[in-house]
């Protein structure tokens, strides 16, 4: 029984060498039941028989191939992983570019303000030193004098504030690019996978498996002919 299991495993195509040796377990298992049908009881006889038929089902596996229904799923879950890699292609880029777009106009801000901090700095200077506004220069009284430096003062928060949503614009791209690395790196690896199974089945068992497999029914076999 657990021949016929490990044999129910090979769904794939052989080569001719490991056809030719099938069909000599099917010739083995045939005498086995020829010399059993003489001196044995009836379960003995069909002991021989069910590892016949094993040997025999082995063989079709092999000159069949494996089943049009695992071959479409296999394509189909190729498919599935390449759309999936585009669709994450796609979309991880997007978001990317947007992050990238954000530092670009975070930068943009700092620059601004810097300029207005510059503009409200020579302004002031001007105000308190002359008394007069920087623009018309008419007379200035202490309260006019106070709101350029009020100004100045608000220029540098705002600076500080550009200069903080540039550092965290930044830190967003970063993450971004992280992202997509890691993203596209797990979707290119599940198109290998699939890739890999559907390979599998086409190509067929490997040495490994199919020695494991005739092993099992030559063990089968010999408990039938003791």
Known sequence: RQALADLQKLKDGATPDEIAAARAQVAAAQGTLVQAQGSVTAADIQAARDSVDQSRAH???LRNGPKNEDLT??????ASAQASLEQ???ALSAAKQQADTSV???ANAVRDAQSALSTAYWDREYALRNKEDPRTQKPLNDAQKQDFVNAYEQ???QLAD??????????NAQAARARERTGLDDAQARVAS???????LIKGPDADTLAAARAHV????GAVAA
């Open 59 to 61: 063989l079709d596996i």
């Open 73 to 78: 799923r296999a394509r189909t879950a190729l």
């Open 88 to 90: 994450q292609r796609a």
């Open 104 to 106: 670009a106009q975070r």
């Open 155 to 157: 220029a540098r928060r």
């Open 162 to 171: 550009a200069e903080a949503a540039l550092q965290q614009a930044q830190v």
């Open 194 to 200: 699939a890739q890999a199974d559907l390979d599998a």
């Open 218 to 221: 030559v063990v089968a076999l």
